[in-house]
C-alpha cells in the first residue's frame, strides 16, 4: 500500500463524489429559502464532482488503480468517505437542534401571548362587573322614589 500525499489525494475521489450529492440534495431542500446558500452548495456540489473525476484519472494516470478496479474504495478512500460522512450527519443534527430550538422558542412565545390575552379578558371581565354593579348602584340611586315630605297636620308647629 502506497502511502504518499499523492496517493492518499487521488484515493479521495470517492469521498468527492459522495460529498458532491450530499451538496446536491441541500441544495434542492434549501433552494427555496436561502437562495445565496443554495448557489453556493450548487457550485460547491459542481467542483466536487469535478474532482473527484479528476482526482480519479490522476490515480489512473499515476498507476496507482486501474480501470478494471474502478469499484474498489481503498483504505484512504475509506477514511475519506466516513470524514464526509461524519460531516454530514454532523450538518444534520445541528440542523435539527436549530430547528427544535425555533420550534420551542415559537411555543413559549405562543404561551406567552396566550397568557396576556387571558389576563386581557379577565382584566375585561372585571371591569365590565365593576361597571356593571356601579350602573346597578347608579340606577338604583336615580330611580330611587322620593319620599314625599310630611304634610303639616293642624297641631303640628312650622318654623
Same mark, same amino acid.
Given at each position: ?10 484515493? #479521495? &475521489? ?12 441541500? %441544495? ?14 450548487? /457550485? %460547491? ?26 469499484? #474498489? /474504495?481503498?483504505?484512504?478512500?475509506? /477514511?475519506?468517505?466516513?470524514?464526509? $460522512?461524519?460531516?454530514?450527519?454532523? &450538518?444534520?443534527?445541528?440542523? %435539527? ?19 396576556? #390575552? ?17 350602573? #346597578?348602584?347608579? $340606577?338604583? &340611586? ?18
Amino acid at each position: 500500500m502506497d502511502s504518499t500525499f499523492g496517493y492518499i489525494l487521488v484515493c #479521495q &475521489s470517492p469521498a468527492m463524489f459522495l460529498a458532491a450529492v450530499v451538496l446536491l440534495i441541500s %441544495f434542492l431542500t434549501r433552494r427555496r429559502n436561502h437562495h445565496v446558500l443554495a448557489v453556493a452548495e450548487l /457550485i %460547491f456540489a459542481i467542483i466536487c464532482a469535478v474532482l473527484g473525476v479528476a482526482l480519479y484519472y490522476m490515480g489512473m494516470l499515476h498507476n496507482h488503480f486501474t480501470i478494471h478496479d474502478f469499484w #474498489q /474504495i481503498r483504505t484512504w478512500g475509506w /477514511i475519506g468517505v466516513a470524514v464526509v $460522512a461524519v460531516l454530514t450527519v454532523y &450538518s444534520i443534527c445541528r440542523h %435539527f437542534r436549530r430547528m427544535a430550538h425555533k420550534r420551542s422558542a415559537e411555543k413559549e412565545a405562543n404561551r406567552s401571548a396566550n397568557a396576556r #390575552q387571558q389576563e386581557l379578558e379577565k382584566i375585561k371581565a372585571e371591569a365590565y362587573e365593576a361597571g356593571k354593579a356601579d350602573a #346597578q348602584a347608579a $340606577a338604583a &340611586s336615580i330611580l330611587k322614589p322620593v319620599e314625599p315630605e310630611p304634610t303639616p297636620t293642624s297641631g303640628e308647629i312650622h318654623e
